[in-house]
């Protein structure tokens, strides 16, 4: 079986960087992403059987063509604008730190031309567990009885200063599905297939 995911590449943008190293410096209890592992999940698959890989990438395909030849999707730049958590509050100790879209409307449309593909194929393959949320993950926080005190202070101040200068603009030209091994510095993300937002050659 292999854990897979379908989603769309992040760079390791600078203005993304800084933050993630500024989440790393904020105690044991955070677990920074590696800036080259930056995606957006679009549709979490999960254990899948190799021998419906193929079906999977078809209905990528599908979904992403007739998406630009109806002409709402073609390469873009998404425009990351702040940094949330999850959850929301009143939990006092976020266990995600995310960057996120201003406008998550292309992505969300997308999400849900592919869902639309994947349910069509019926297979057993992990279902949509809550609405789509364009996020970009930078750190993950792990849970302590009692939230640490430089995560209480510090990520505040973090997530006020993204509301002040932006995150830049992330280039998206393609939707990849992707398989996660777990390796000894977290996961490791492999492409086993991409779907390109430009018309097919005739």
């Not at 080259?36 to 990438?57: K, S, V």
């Amino acid at each position: 079986m292999l854990r897979l995911f379908i989603g769309v590449d992040v760079p390791p943008l600078a203005s993304l960087c800084r933050p993630i190293d500024r989440l790393g410096r904020m105690g044991s209890s955070v677990r920074p992403v590696r800036p080259d592992a930056m995606h957006i999940t679009l549709r979490f698959l999960g254990e899948t059987d190799p021998r419906h890989i193929d079906p999977i990438c078809h209905a990528m395909d599908a979904a992403v063509r007739e998406a630009v030849d109806a002409g709402w999707l073609s390469p873009f730049d998404l425009l990351l604008t702040h940094i949330g958590t999850f959850p929301v509050k009143p939990d006092p100790t976020p266990r995600v730190v995310f960057a996120a879209p201003a406008d998550p409307g292309p992505l969300t449309k997308l999400s849900d031309a592919i869902d639309e593909q994947l349910d069509m194929l019926g297979l057993p393959i992990a279902e949509r567990d809550n609405p789509f949320h364009a996020h970009a993950t930078l750190a993950r926080i792990k849970r302590r009885r009692t939230p640490d005190r430089r995560v209480s202070a510090d990520l505040p101040r973090l997530i006020e200063e993204a509301r002040r200068t932006r995150l830049g603009k992330a280039p998206l030209k393609a939707v990849k599905l992707v398989e996660s091994r777990i390796g000894p510095h977290g996961p490791d993300y492999t492409a086993r297939h991409v779907s390109f937002f430009q018309p097919a050659r005739e």
